[in-house]
């Protein structure tokens, strides 16, 4: 039997309670939610389906599978993309958490993700019976071959970016020894730093052209702000697409036929990505001006929507000290022990609220 840890969010509660105390208010900076508008064609878009009485393809729309492989190679150089090979997903927190299980991991297998990392990795490979392994050196592992590396650039939570010689070396060593890549590149339409562009690991520079061996991850919660739709997709090797989907299938694991023609819109439309990321950048530079000058040292932070931040003191005691001001923000151990001493501060608040956090501090 799996154990699981304790939900970290559950921990953050009192202090929630402290800043809301706040007399103008709680500014949260801790959960990386979308704040803003869904963007009206990809509403009139969900709402255009809503007649819906048959069950959706599991395996998505054409056009919806065209739409992701269409994006990934306008905007992210992936000229191999192949629409076949793009499965959609119930939110990519949901593929993240089953994926090892979806793969035939079990005990025995090992799953390996960063050492700072989303906590759903380590979820994940407890599901599956696994055994979970936090390490940032693949030559750390000793002779034991994992049979699935996650890589994630950006990173959450520290905002990360793997340049395309390092991803090209994790994906030579993963494929001299049969394991999967599952690359999670949620944050991937948001680089801030010019010169560390994050790139795919369906890039040809990072696999040589071939996707074998190889899953990317990709949301458009934060992308597009469609959280509230659990719409995500995965994509890749296109053998693995196909043994994911005809578990899918059994599971019943289907995105609902509305939110595949709002995703369709969304993955075909550059321009509201564009300005969703204007909105991001102005809120990056405000914030990370004012914790600076507070006596903050932000590190990576070059991608995603996160800054990851240290005071030089043990993260509760920053969270404490932040929630006396009104602001809540995330624990580093949440991600692990290597966080210790920093927090994560999200972007993702309204204008109104990043300019409250900014007087404060």
């Known amino acids: 039997m799996f154990t699981l840890p304790d939900f970290p969010w559950d921990r953050l509660q009192p202090y929630r309670e402290r800043a809301a105390a706040h007399p103008d208010g709680v500014v949260d900076l801790s959960v990386g939610t979308p704040v803003d508008p869904t963007p009206a064609p990809i509403r009139e878009a969900l709402a255009a389906a809503a007649d819906a009485p048959g069950y959706p393809a599991t395996y998505g729309t054409p056009a919806l599978r065209e739409a992701v492989a269409g994006w990934l190679r306008r905007r992210h150089g992936v000229a191999g993309a192949d629409p076949d090979a793009v499965?959609?997903?119930i939110g990519t927190k949901e593929l993240v958490a089953w994926l090892p299980t979806l793969l035939g991991a079990g005990p025995g297998d090992r799953v390996v993700f960063p050492e700072l990392a989303y906590p759903t990795y380590d979820v994940g490979a407890r599901?599956?019976?696994?055994?979970?392994?936090?390490?940032?050196?693949?030559?750390?592992?000793?002779?034991?071959?994992?049979?699935?590396?996650?890589?994630?650039?950006?990173?959450?939570?520290?905002?990360?970016?793997?340049?395309?010689?390092?991803?090209?070396?994790?994906?030579?060593?993963?494929?001299?020894?049969?394991?999967?890549?599952?690359?999670?590149?949620?944050?991937?339409?948001?680089g801030w730093d010019p010169g560390r562009e994050p790139v795919s690991i369906l890039h040809p520079d990072v696999c040589e052209g071939s996707h074998a061996g190889l899953l990317a991850v990709n949301s458009l919660s934060k992308r597009s702000n469609l959280a509230g739709y659990r719409a995500g997709i995965v994509t890749g090797d296109l053998e693995i697409i196909k043994r994911l989907l005809e578990v899918r299938k059994h599971a019943g694991m289907i995105v609902p036929?509305?939110?595949?023609?709002?995703?369709?819109?969304?993955?075909?439309?550059?321009?509201?990505?564009?300005?969703?990321?204007?909105?991001?950048?102005?809120?990056?530079?405000?914030?990370?001006?004012?914790?600076?000058?507070?006596?903050?040292?932000?590190?990576?932070?070059?991608?995603?929507?996160?800054?990851?931040?240290?005071?030089?003191?043990?993260?509760?005691?920053?969270?404490?000290?932040?929630?006396?001001?009104?602001?809540?923000?995330?624990?580093?151990?949440?991600?692990?022990?290597?966080?210790?001493?920093?927090?994560?501060?999200?972007?993702?608040?309204?204008?109104?609220?990043?300019?409250a956090a900014v007087a404060r501090l």
């Open 127 to 190: 599901l599956a019976g696994a055994e979970p392994v936090a390490a940032d050196g693949l030559l750390s592992l000793g002779p034991a071959v994992p049979r699935i590396i996650w890589v994630n650039s950006p990173s959450n939570p520290t905002g990360r970016v793997l340049p395309a010689e390092h991803l090209r070396k994790v994906v030579a060593w993963a494929r001299e020894r049969g394991a999967v890549v599952v690359s999670d590149e949620c944050y991937l339409e948001f």
């Open 87 to 89: 499965l959609p997903v």
């Open 257 to 355: 036929a509305p939110v595949q023609a709002a995703m369709t819109v969304a993955f075909d439309d550059d321009a509201h990505v564009a300005e969703q990321r204007e909105r991001y950048a102005r809120r990056r530079s405000a914030l990370l001006a004012a914790f600076e000058r507070h006596g903050f040292r932000i590190e990576h932070s070059e991608a995603g929507l996160y800054l990851w931040a240290t005071r030089d003191e043990p993260c509760w005691d920053t969270v404490g000290h932040l929630a006396d001001l009104g602001i809540t923000v995330g624990p580093g151990d949440f991600y692990g022990p290597a966080g210790a001493r920093h927090v994560r501060i999200a972007l993702t608040a309204t204008d109104e609220r990043v300019a």
